[in-house]
């Protein structure tokens, strides 16, 4: 097949059939941050690499193998984005936004893109919706960061999510857990992935979430982080779970979860699913509290999560779950001939100023063509407009599902006349 008439591999085109599952997703999704106190937040599709460098860390897959950077026509190095973060925390600093009241909350819907190799639930362009909080320290903003992933499952009706959390420390107590890995993995180091031989020298806990299948076994007999957290990172674990206990939210603590972004500090966690693909994780997150400062701002408290939204779809089709139903065609307007199909045009302008659906003949289709077409698109009312309509200034209206038909004026006042009958009410 010619190139030109195939979308590249690892996208995919969201059709408009499908796509009032989306709006389904992004409308509960927007609601619910709202709830919890978020604004929106649009960043740049791209930014510089170095910020992804910093931010997501040199020595991650995203970063090291995943990013599509390219230098542009002055040669500088810009990469798509393959995560939201990176780019809400330089958008924050950037436009003096953690200078306003803090917490500063936010959330995004963005479009990522990460090469990897694709397969179900595994695309190189995908969407996230994401919620970044700056600003709060406290155990409670953790468990409330949680909750509200909870409570967009809840809504959207998602069934059997299972969520398991981890503490991976701070950069003191991390040091010395880095320390036992390199020791552990160590007596590997001849059957490491060549990249992993490499980040076992600079960041051995990217050896944790290596993809590859000879490091992955390694890694369940590896060292665990919570063996290793200092007495604040402990209270502050502590402090999550006690506060997801009081908040009634179910999850089970997983000590092999390190995420594979470098800027987490503290908790982790992730939503799992099946249905969703090979990794089954539907959302991930957690605390970043040295991210700010990392980017050049202050050192400032940060945590979030971001949820793939195809992936939600999968598990939701799977789950053969609700979904806000289309807007349906409200009125077609047919003409008998050109001169009336002018005048259906007025008429459908009123209507569509009054928020309804309505359609005529733009095509200059014969009437019976007309109607198999109001068919086709599932017109709920129909009417024919003629030269006798025109002069008499009334037509009938017609209940494509029931028959019935209702007299009503035409011109001016149409579209006020017939209000009552398209909304269904007597
Ligand atoms: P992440 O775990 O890399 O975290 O991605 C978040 C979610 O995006 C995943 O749980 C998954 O649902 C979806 N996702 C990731 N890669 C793909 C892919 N190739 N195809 C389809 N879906 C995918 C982050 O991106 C962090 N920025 C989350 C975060 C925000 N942490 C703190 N704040």
């Not at 190189?124 to 600003?135: A, K, L």
């Not at 069934?159 to 007596?187: D, H, M």
């Not at 779950?321 to 009336?340: H, M, N, R, V, W």
Request: glycine share 8%.
């Amino acid at each position: 097949m010619d190139i030109i008439t195939q979308a590249p591999r690892g996208t995919e085109d969201k059709l408009p059939s499908q796509i009032y599952k989306w709006h389904t997703v992004e409308k509960i999704a927007a609601q619910i941050a709202e709830a919890y106190g978020c604004k929106e937040i649009r960043t740049p599709t791209f930014e510089h690499t170095e910020l992804f460098q910093r931010g997501v860390g040199g020595t991650t897959d995203v970063v090291q193998k995943e990013m599509y950077t390219f230098n542009d026509k002055k040669g500088r190095s810009i990469s798509l984005k393959p995560e939201g973060t990176a780019g809400a925390v330089r958008a924050s600093l950037e436009n003096g936004l953690l200078n306003e009241a803090l917490p500063l909350k936010l959330y995004y819907f963005t479009r990522c893109f990460r090469y990897e190799a694709p397969q179900s639930g595994r695309l190189r362009e995908f969407n996230q919706f994401g919620v970044e909080i700056f600003g709060a320290n406290s155990p409670l903003s953790d468990a409330e960061v949680i909750c509200m992933v909870e409570d967009i499952f809840k809504f959207l009706k998602l069934e059997n999510i299972r969520l398991e959390i981890n503490s991976i420390g701070c950069p003191t107590c991390r040091a010395e857990y880095q320390k036992a890995l390199k020791e552990y993995y160590q007596q590997y180091t001849d059957q490491l992935c060549d990249t992993c031989k490499e980040r076992l020298e600079k960041n051995p806990m990217r050896l944790l979430d290596c993809k590859s299948e000879i490091c992955h076994s390694f890694a369940e007999k590896a060292p665990i982080i919570l063996d290793y957290l200092c007495d604040d990172c402990n209270k502050h674990f502590e402090g999550v779970k006690q506060a997801l206990d009081d908040l009634k939210v179910k999850y089970t603590i997983n000590p092999r979860i390190v995420r594979g972004l470098d800027y987490y500090t503290n908790t982790v966690f992730e939503f799992a699913a099946d249905n969703c693909g090979a990794q089954g994780v539907v959302c991930g997150g957690g605390r970043y509290n040295g991210l700010v400062e990392e980017i050049g701002g202050k050192p400032t408290a940060g945590l979030g999560f971001a949820m793939g939204i195809e992936r939600i779809l999968m598990v939701m089709d799977a789950q053969n779950a609700e979904y806000e139903q289309p807007k349906e065609c409200d009125l077609f307007i047919a003409g008998t001939d050109p001169d009336s199909s002018r005048y259906a045009l007025t008429l459908v302008k009123q209507l569509r100023e009054y928020g309804f659906w309505a359609e005529c003949d733009v095509v200059g289709r014969s009437l019976k063509a007309q109607m198999k077409y109001a068919d086709k698109i599932g017109a709920r009312f129909s009417m024919v407009i003629g030269e006798n309509e025109i002069k008499e200034g009334t037509a009938q209206l017609k209940n494509m599902q029931t028959g019935e038909k209702s007299v009503v004026t035409i011109g001016d006042k149409f579209a006020g006349a017939v209000n009552s009958i398209l909304m269904g009410i007597d």
